[in-house]
């Protein structure tokens, strides 16, 4: 019998600084990752867009371009220490790829399109666990990317201790 190679499996995990998002990411090593070399697993930060603006966009608040460049990088330092934490992680998968990316936008926005634009098999999220009301308010992410992107997407939910 031949041996027949196996398939290249693209993963794609929703990270940040939530309790939710480190539980998903320590499941989905344990129960989905099998240490086969063809598999990449991608872990995703999305920067959330900026609250205010600088005073050309018309919207009245008047900001230093210091001030935005202080909000810019902390920013960017947030994101950081969210992915190298996602990265540690993973210091244990012998064989898989690991790679990270960080994007600016919405994150239903940004965790859709890159689902589609990488070609992932999976998309691993976190679930916050609101309850019917505050999901009406603030919206759910990994509902609203559940129902618009096209590959299996596995909600996991952190046990209540």
């Known amino acids: 019998m031949a041996?027949?190679?196996?398939?290249?499996?693209?993963?794609?995990?929703?990270?940040?600084?939530?309790?939710?998002?480190?539980?998903?990411?320590?499941?989905?090593?344990?129960?989905?990752?099998?240490?086969?070399?063809?598999?990449?697993?991608?872990?995703?930060?999305?920067?959330?867009?900026?609250?205010?603006?600088?005073?050309?966009d018309g919207s009245g608040y008047l900001f230093s371009s210091d001030i935005l460049a202080s909000m810019e990088r902390y920013s960017n330092e947030v994101a950081q220490c969210i992915m190298e934490k996602a990265k540690r992680a993973c210091k244990d998968l012998v064989g898989v790829k690991v790679?990270?990316?960080?994007?600016?936008?919405?994150?239903?926005?940004?965790?859709?399109?890159?689902?589609?634009?990488?070609?992932?098999?999976?998309?691993?999220?976190?679930s916050h666990g609101y309850g019917v009301i505050k999901r009406a308010f603030l919206g759910s992410?990994?509902?609203?990317?559940?129902?618009?992107?096209?590959?299996?997407?596995l909600i996991v939910k952190k046990p209540k201790n």
């Open 99 to 126: 790679e990270t990316i960080v994007e600016h936008g919405d994150a239903r926005d940004v965790i859709c399109q890159a689902a589609e634009k990488l070609h992932v098999d999976m998309l691993v999220m976190g």
């Open 3 to 56: 041996d027949v190679a196996a398939k290249e499996r693209k993963i794609l995990v929703a990270v940040d600084e939530s309790e939710e998002s480190t539980y998903a990411l320590s499941w989905c090593i344990e129960n989905i990752i099998t240490g086969n070399s063809t598999d990449t697993l991608i872990l995703l930060y999305s920067i959330p867009p900026r609250a205010v603006y600088s005073s050309l």
């Open 141 to 153: 992410v990994s509902n609203h990317c559940a129902q618009n992107v096209r590959c299996p997407v």
